[in-house]
């Protein structure tokens, strides 16, 4: 079953549909909360958790907030709110109230967060470096706080789309310095729940307990660094208005098995095209990672100085010089093969420029081919513009897609997901955006949840671009593209199972092999 993810408004307008049942927004929020508390409760019990500290801001997030604090103080913890200036919704001030009733002791944020940067005037509030303040200690008086097990973040919820002023940072930025367990109600407060952004600075988060439903930002952009283990907290039925934004990628993947009759044609022949006289290693990685997914014969057409030593590592691939073909003998050539990968290693002077003149509008038009384009191929499609048929499937990294779109990689990650659809509507056909989160845009918008940060390494995407067109000219139609991201970036936690620092993209290969027979 696919896993939806909503756009923020999506969400709020859905609880406004929910209320306008005349169903009770003030219940919505108790039930939020006691659902989340009684997860809690059998945690903090497993775990010896008995302290905990809830940190409450001005909106209904804080509302939630409040009430875990009373449940939980109901079932035997020590519990302290850490609130601001409340916010005017009634809600809230039946939250508050509900809370103190209960005895919860109550203090305010700021003098907690004065106490901790009474001697920390060095530090730099707007700073988005990951894990602000990691390597500062708590400095909280003992006689404000004491001993905390837990500290629980409800200051924001995913209505914040604004960066925060300095104050609110230093808040976020105490919370991060402390120690014990750390949890955020619906997101971390700080990040954008439709982009993933950190605005400047994040809560850090140990688990999340996200309401209602997937947000986009708990798993593209910066997200996955904030938000920890992820829970989703199911309150209210889904309505037909209701749609959404992307879906999850699938974690399970299986590949249709082998018949017996089977051979080497019977499972694709993949063409690799690039391999600039000083750039043959994008092109052997690419053909091997072809090969490790399954393809029964894979051939490699690059400069003629890389064929020895592409032979030597691999002498099952088949190499033509690339400087030795006419157009005549291209289109020969296409006719015999699936799946074409192109432009890795390509380079970007005038002899690769004339080589993808030479070949691209060949790939383009013949629809029977599944073609990658990657790397160099890329920054000459935005240097030539032109319509893709819905067979080629680019594959740009942030960097890559700014090129394409004529901006910056930072305007790419500020919103990923609007970038991918630019992607698609300036060129057509099938994108894949490339980073934390991948982002798969076929007829609809996938999100892979998988893969981890050693995967930022030279080589990486050339494995890809193998593996989609090994896969695409075993199955064609029968396997989305989503699915494939997905089985690339399990290979890569497979990989990076005893550690990601120094992963190498060219050790894949034996990975590669596991999951597409898992």
């Known amino acids: 079953m696919q896993r939806s993810v909503y756009h923020s408004q999506s969400i709020q307008a859905w609880e406004q549909r929910w209320f306008a049942q005349q169903n009770s927004s003030l219940g919505l929020m108790q039930q939020a909360a006691w659902s989340i508390s009684?997860?809690?409760?059998?945690?903090?019990?497993?775990?010896?958790?008995?302290?905990?500290?809830?940190?409450?801001?001005?909106?209904?997030?804080?509302?939630?907030?409040?009430?875990?604090a009373a449940f939980l103080k109901q079932s035997g913890f020590d519990v302290t709110v850490l609130s601001t200036e409340m916010g005017s919704s009634t809600d809230l001030k039946h939250a508050y109230a509900y809370a103190e009733s209960?005895?919860?002791?109550?203090?305010?944020?700021?003098?907690?967060?004065?106490?901790?940067?009474?001697?920390?005037?060095?530090?730099?509030?707007?700073?988005?470096?990951?894990?602000?303040?990691?390597?500062?200690?708590?400095?909280?008086?003992k006689d404000r706080l004491g001993e905390v097990d837990c500290h629980i973040d409800a200051l924001f919820g995913i209505g914040l789309n604004r960066v925060l002023n300095d104050d609110w940072q230093k808040n976020i930025q105490c919370f991060n310095a402390q120690t014990g367990l750390k949890i955020s109600i619906d997101i971390p407060s700080g990040l954008h729940a439709d982009t993933g952004q950190a605005l400047p600075c994040t809560i850090r988060a140990d688990q999340t307990f996200t309401i209602l439903g997937?947000?986009?930002?708990?798993?593209?952009?910066?997200?996955?660094?904030?938000?920890?283990?992820?829970?989703?907290?199911?309150?209210?039925?889904i309505d037909t208005a209701l749609k959404p934004l992307a879906y999850l990628s699938p974690e399970k993947i299986v590949?249709?098995?082998?018949?017996?009759?089977?051979?080497?044609?019977?499972?694709?022949?993949?063409?690799?095209?690039?391999?600039?006289?000083?750039?043959?290693?994008?092109?052997?990685?690419?053909?091997?990672?072809?090969f490790h997914a399954g393809a029964?014969?894979?051939s490699v057409i690059c400069h003629s100085k890389h064929h020895q030593a592409i032979l030597s590592r691999s002498p099952n691939i088949m190499v033509r010089d690339i400087n030795a073909l006419d157009q005549d003998l291209i289109q020969q050539l296409l006719k015999q093969v699936d799946a074409v990968c192109f432009g890795m290693g390509l380079g970007r002077d005038q002899w690769a420029e004339r080589i993808y003149q030479q070949w691209f509008d060949l790939l383009n038009q013949n629809s029977h081919?599944?073609?990658?384009?990657?790397?160099?191929?890329?920054?000459f499609l935005a240097k030539h513009p032109q319509q893709l048929n819905g067979h080629i499937y680019a594959t740009p990294h942030s960097g890559e897609a700014a090129t394409l779109l004529g901006c910056n990689p930072v305007d790419i990650e500020q919103d990923r997901i609007d970038a991918i659809y630019q992607l698609q509507q300036k060129y057509a056909g099938q994108w894949v955006l490339k980073g934390a989160g991948s982002l798969i845009l076929?007829?609809?918008?996938?999100?892979?949840?998988?893969?981890?940060?050693?995967?930022?390494?030279?080589?990486?995407?050339?494995?890809?671009?193998?593996?989609?067109?090994?896969?695409?000219?075993?199955?064609?139609?029968?396997?989305?593209?989503?699915?494939?991201?997905s089985l690339h970036a399990q290979a890569g936690d497979l990989l990076a199972e005893k550690g990601m620092r120094g992963l190498q993209a060219h050790d894949m290969g034996k990975v590669i092999y596991k999951v597409v027979n898992q």
């Not at 903090?44 to 875990?68: E, L, S």
């Not at 081919?369 to 920054?379: F, P």
């Open 442 to 485: 076929e007829s609809e918008l996938f999100i892979c949840t998988q893969g981890n940060a050693g995967m930022g390494t030279g080589g990486m995407g050339d494995v890809l671009a193998g593996m989609i067109a090994s896969l695409k000219a075993q199955f064609h139609e029968q396997i989305a593209l989503h699915a494939i991201v």
């Open 38 to 68: 009684q997860q809690l409760i059998e945690q903090f019990h497993q775990q010896n958790i008995q302290n905990i500290a809830v940190w409450c801001g001005q909106g209904n997030n804080a509302g939630d907030g409040y009430y875990i």
């Open 214 to 237: 997937y947000k986009a930002g708990l798993f593209t952009g910066q997200g996955k660094e904030y938000v920890g283990q992820l829970h989703l907290v199911s309150l209210i039925p």
């Open 102 to 141: 209960q005895q919860v002791e109550m203090k305010p944020i700021n003098g907690i967060t004065a106490s901790f940067f009474q001697n920390e005037s060095s530090t730099d509030l707007n700073s988005n470096v990951i894990g602000d303040l990691a390597e500062y200690t708590p400095h909280l008086h």
């Open 296 to 298: 029964g014969k894979v």
């Open 255 to 290: 590949l249709p098995k082998r018949q017996a009759f089977g051979h080497k044609g019977s499972y694709g022949h993949v063409l690799v095209v690039g391999g600039h006289a000083d750039m043959g290693g994008a092109v052997i990685m690419s053909a091997e990672a072809a």
């Open 369 to 379: 081919l599944e073609v990658v384009l990657d790397a160099d191929g890329l920054w």
